[in-house]
């Protein structure tokens, strides 16, 4: 046979186990050391005859095992009625898996809540005073301590329960019952006079949530209260409801409330007492007795008729109670700033957590003249023009450029509703948010004379239009913010800075709520906080300073002890804008109150700057601004983001504001404003305003007198000495309660 027709493997295979055989292979191959092709080729094929073997076999045991099975499974086959029920059930489980992957889902949000020390939140028992050193209030645990449930009076529990949840032993924290007879009740009246929130659901409201109306706010208060349950008894929760609840006069908790109205402890109340107290939880600002106590007596009234509907008692046990209702002691009504004092125990709770001594004298910086003078001014705006303009809320924050937070208005009645909308509330900005952008131009070399174009621009699927949808073509920078038109922000972002640089530039003004990265935010789409703007803003007043947005002055212990001082442990202000910016953002911004869109909120003889804001849909209204002396931020607006009536930043914020600052600076030593060269204004003209004629109008509030500059400048000068004197005589190691000196250029009276 020729060497051509041999086979191919045949004689390599043969010698492989020969040293003489492995020398001719190599011989053969014509190299010495390395395997022939053909061998090679030999493995592979035998690799694949196994990959090939071994997934066949796994292929017939994986069809012998699946009918192994389903001849099993056929034993289990059902028909008829049995098969639909099975079929019912298996779709069950299916929807109840994907379910509870949801529930798990919407339920992470509010487990959150729990991580924090809730248990311990209200170990603080702080004494606020203001500016001037007057008790204003207090917060934590302060008239009385938490009393058990077993030593309270019966008909006390039972008034609450029969008022707020009479199945509250009965359900898991959820009462589907009760929730379906106060929808059946509620679709009788026509109104809602019924809630379906059980106790432990209001709890759950007010140990870890807002008071804001919004579904996100409902599903973490239905899941905490099935935590609560899971991990209270019902005693528990019940004490818990009853210590944490507000119940009007600025008490929290039934016993503080006892002691307030009633001058007793909460022991030792009446069932008339205990009906009036247990009517509060409803609405403590309209059945608070030493306020309306007609009104407090009617609705105890309510609540003995529910201990009878409820079968907690009979109508005999009950009517001595109706013949004699109670009555409470003589209390000056005495408004406490109450949405600033929730925020100032929240900032105490912050500093002090460090501390040992948690028995607290807190310093604040609230004035509460002008703190009165924003509430009215808030409550007059919504009074006058609230039903014309169809808003329901404000909010404003009153910062004295320092940093100092001199009045706070949290919304428009804090006993209808303790939800802060001045610090937790998020609403869009609207045009006020442009200011950050100009700042930052301003910081990378424009200036007020900068002339930029006014003309169409798209960022991808969007092109932004003006309020006139019309264009100005070339524009100053200073023109173009007095204007506020849009495509400019927009351009800048777009073809200058980008939106990274925005977002950095307006949290190193002190915005802290986290700003959404959209190319739309240029125009203020991202939600801030009323508290956020007034920060921000106050940067520009200190030249570009940051603000130092403070409300604790300093804290001490019972002893005396100064623990913290503001002016001591503070750092010192960082520089956010270069100095030419910041002179440059005040001569565009101060144009705006008299030749821009904020005319109404030009302060008399006063030299006042700002921006106005106006959200899509007219839904939210602001206007922040400044003065040498002071900054604002006011927004108007509903809680269920409804429109309002065309109401703009310019209008109702605008005036309000005007109002605020008319009163605050009387009296005082007028500051300019950096950077702004013309001279103050003698008089500003009143702009025409559609209820000018309006008789009810009320007149503009009027500072109290206060002492001279000279005599203020004087008094302080006194007391640095006697402070320097005292601090000479006193022991070393001893601190001294120092008083805040007034920085404003007046003294309360």
């Known amino acids: 046979m020729a060497d051509s027709d041999k086979p191919d493997d045949l004689e390599p295979v043969e010698r492989l186990d020969g040293a003489d055989g492995n020398d001719r292979l190599a011989m053969a191959s014509g190299t010495k050391g390395e395997k022939p092709p053909k061998l090679k080729r030999h493995i592979f094929l035998k690799i694949d005859s196994w990959l090939d073997s071994t997934l066949w076999n796994a292929g017939y045991d994986l069809v012998e095992t699946w009918e192994e099975i389903t001849i099993f499974f056929r034993r289990f086959r059902v028909r008829g009625l049995k098969k639909l029920g099975f079929e019912i059930a298996g779709e069950a489980m299916t929807l109840g898996t994907a379910g509870m992957v949801v529930l798990l889902a919407l339920a992470q949000p509010a487990f959150e809540e729990t991580k924090k020390d809730w248990r311990n939140h209200d170990n603080f028992a702080v004494t606020f005073l203001d500016r001037y050193g007057n008790t204003i209030g207090h917060r934590g645990i302060i008239h009385e301590n938490s009393v058990p449930v077993d030593e309270l009076p019966d008909h006390l529990v039972k008034a609450v329960l029969a008022t707020e949840d009479r199945r509250f032993f009965e359900h898991f924290g959820i009462d589907f019952f009760g929730l379906a007879r106060a929808m059946s009740e509620n679709a009788k009246a026509g109104e809602v006079v019924q809630g379906g929130s059980t106790l432990t659901q209001q709890l759950a409201k007010n140990l870890f949530l807002t008071n804001e109306r919004s579904i996100e706010r409902k599903i973490k208060e239905a899941f905490l209260a099935l935590w609560l349950e899971a991990n209270l008894s019902k005693q528990e929760i019940l004490s818990l409801y009853l210590d944490r609840a507000y119940m009007g006069g600025g008490t929290f908790g039934a016993a503080a409330a006892s002691q307030f109205y009633f001058g007793k402890n909460i022991t030792e109340v009446t069932l008339a007492e205990a009906a009036m107290l247990a009517g509060l939880f409803k609405a403590p600002a309209k059945y608070a007795p030493h306020v309306n106590l007609p009104a407090a ?41 109450d949405f600033f004092l929730d925020w ?34 808030v409550a007059s705006s919504l009074r006058e023009y609230g039903e014309s303009y169809n808003v329901k809320q404000g909010a404003l924050v009153m910062i004295e450029n320092g940093g100092a937070v001199r009045a706070m208005v949290g919304g428009r009645d804090y006993g209808e509703s303790q939800f802060n909308r001045a610090t937790r509330a998020l609403r869009q900005p609207g045009s006020s948010f442009k200011v950050y952008t100009f700042a930052l131009a301003m910081e990378n070399g424009y200036t007020p004379e900068t002339v930029v174009v006014d003309a169409p621009v798209a960022w991808g699927n969007w092109s932004p239009q003006n309020y006139g949808r019309s264009f100005s073509g070339r524009v100053t920078m200073e023109t173009a913010l007095a204007k506020s038109i849009n495509t400019i922000p927009v351009r800048l972002a777009k073809e200058k800075f980008g939106i990274d640089a925005i977002i950095q530039t307006t949290k190193a003004m002190g915005v802290e709520t986290p700003i959404k990265k959209d190319v739309t935010i240029p125009l203020g789409t991202s939600e801030v906080t009323v508290m956020d703007q007034a920060t921000a803003y106050a940067v520009l007043p200190a030249g570009g300073n940051a603000s130092r947005r403070h409300g604790i002055a300093q804290i001490m212990n019972y002893a005396g002890d100064v623990l913290y001082d503001f002016d001591r442990d503070a750092p010192p202000p960082e520089r956010i804008l270069s100095e030419q910016a910041a002179r440059s953002m005040n001569q565009m911004m101060s144009k705006i109150p008299y030749i821009g869109t904020a005319r109404r909120a030009a302060v008399d003889g006063i030299l006042t700057a700002g921006k106005t804001g106006t959200t899509q849909a007219y839904r939210d209204a602001w206007f922040v601004g400044y003065t040498g002396n002071y900054t604002a931020a006011v927004w108007f607006g509903n809680d269920d983001y409804t429109s309002t009536n065309n109401m703009t930043g310019g209008s109702l914020p605008a005036m309000t504001f005007k109002k605020l600052m008319d009163y605050a600076h009387q009296g005082i030593d007028i500051k300019p404003i950096i950077g702004v060269d013309q001279p103050m204004p003698e008089k500003v003209a009143k702009p025409e305003v559609a209820d000018a004629a309006n008789p009810d109008a009320l007149p503009p509030m009027v500072r109290p007198r206060s002492l001279s500059s000279q005599s203020t400048r004087l008094i302080r000068d006194l007391a640095a000495r006697l402070k320097a004197a005292d601090a000479l005589m006193a022991p070393t190691g001893t601190a001294q309660v120092v008083r805040e000196p007034d920085t404003t250029g007046s003294t309360k009276r």
């Open 344 to 377: 100032a125990f929240e900032e105490v709770q912050r500093i002090a957590a460090r501390f040992k001594d948690h028995t607290l004298v807190v310093r604040t910086t609230i004035d509460l003249g002008l703190q009165q003078a924003a509430e009215e001014a």
């Open 297 to 337: 007596r009617a609705r105890a009234n309510d609540v003995l008729t529910n201990m009878v509907q409820s079968g907690l008692m009979t109508e005999g046990q009950v009517v001595a109670a109706r013949r004699n209702p109670a009555s409470v002691i003589d209390r000056d009504e005495k408004d406490a700033p």
